[in-house]
Nanobody
């Protein structure tokens, strides 16, 4: 079991930055993949960024590539999402997710591959 708690959301103007954190507890050493997803009202959940926790290899959705950075601090059992050059279309509830299973790199942004989820943190970007 892994418990995930997100923080760091808020309201910013377009062009601003936020850093989200996801504190993990429980059987964290067993996680193989972690990721950030987001869901805006009336839209499907979207994979934003993912990381292989043992190698550090990262993947990004095209919509955030070059603006967002996923990283991890293994000593703190914390996952981060640095979001720069934010746009109004980035407005959503952001969730972190984890799994013990190794996901093929083509599937790392698919939400059905993850079985542990946090409650989410709201990000609102105004124009």
């Amino acid at each position: 079991q892994v418990r995930l708690v997100e923080s760091g959301g808020g309201s910013v103007q377009a062009g601003g930055s936020l850093r989200l954190s996801c504190a993990a507890s429980g059987a964290t050493v067993s996680t193989r993949n972690m990721a950030w997803f987001r869901q805006a009202p009336g839209k499907e959940r979207e994979g934003v960024a993912a990381i292989y926790t043992r190698s550090g290899t990262t993947y990004y959705a095209d919509s955030v590539k070059g603006r967002f950075t996923i990283s991890q601090d293994n000593a703190k059992n914390t996952l981060y999402l640095q979001m720069n050059s934010l746009k109004p279309e980035d407005t959503a509830t952001y969730h972190c997710a984890a799994t013990f299973k190794l996901i093929l790199n083509g599937d790392v942004l698919r939400d059905n591959k993850y079985n542990y989820w946090g409650q989410g943190t709201q990000v609102t970007v105004s124009s």
